[in-house]
């Protein structure tokens, strides 16, 4: 082969090496299994006591449709003031003083046994497993039944190792957000 060929391809697997290492993918980001109550998707880990998330549609009056795949995950708030958080660990970790992005769509259900007031989602990194060290996100009362996209950017002040999504809520209240199609975490577009 002509060297002027091999110096391209040489090129072209240098590029794609780059691009792969400026994400960290997560296991499972469209929470796919099959459905069930109080079960943790494949690839995802427990983060509070008490955390049962739902693999859904199909349970507790859920039948949303997924905004990909053919399930996604309910997570709730309880009247006691405990909640549900799942987490999973991040290959490679987080930077520090790097900026990076995620969007995942977010959605609420009127019909979750009950557990129906719109609440939030707080987004974390932390150290260790299930450590809350930074917030880096906290959203808006969820309220659609429709499934929105929502976008993150943010700046870890450490280098962490895992990411966690916990159901929130500022009272204590029975309420419930669905979670679907997390994307792949990139570095920011530099300018």
Not at 104 to 121: G, M, R, V
Not at 137 to 154: L, P, T, V
């Amino acid at each position: 082969m002509h060297p002027y060929i091999l110096n391209i391809i040489f090129f072209i697997f240098c590029g794609l090496g780059l691009s792969l290492s400026a994400q960290t993918t997560l296991q499972n980001p469209s929470l796919e299994d099959t459905p069930s109550d109080a079960m943790i998707p494949f690839g995802w880990l427990m983060c509070a006591d008490g955390t049962t998330p739902d693999i859904l549609p199909g349970f507790w009056g859920v039948y949303n449709t997924p905004s990909d795949g053919s399930t996604f995950m309910g997570l709730i708030t309880r009247p006691d003031g405990s909640f549900e958080s799942v987490g999973q660990r991040l290959t490679p970790a987080m930077v520090s003083n790097e900026c990076y992005k995620i969007s995942l769509d977010l959605a609420h259900s009127n019909t979750y046994a009950a557990y129906n007031k719109p609440i939030q989602i707080r987004i974390w990194l932390g150290s260790k497993k299930c450590k809350k060290d930074q917030l880096i996100y906290e959203s808006d009362i969820i309220k659609n039944g429709d499934w929105k996209r929502q976008h993150i950017d943010f700046t870890p002040d450490g280098n962490y190792k895992y990411i966690i999504f916990e159901a929130y809520t500022k009272s204590i209240t029975k309420g419930n957000i669905l979670i679907d199609n997390i994307s792949a975490i990139y570095k920011c577009d530099r300018a």
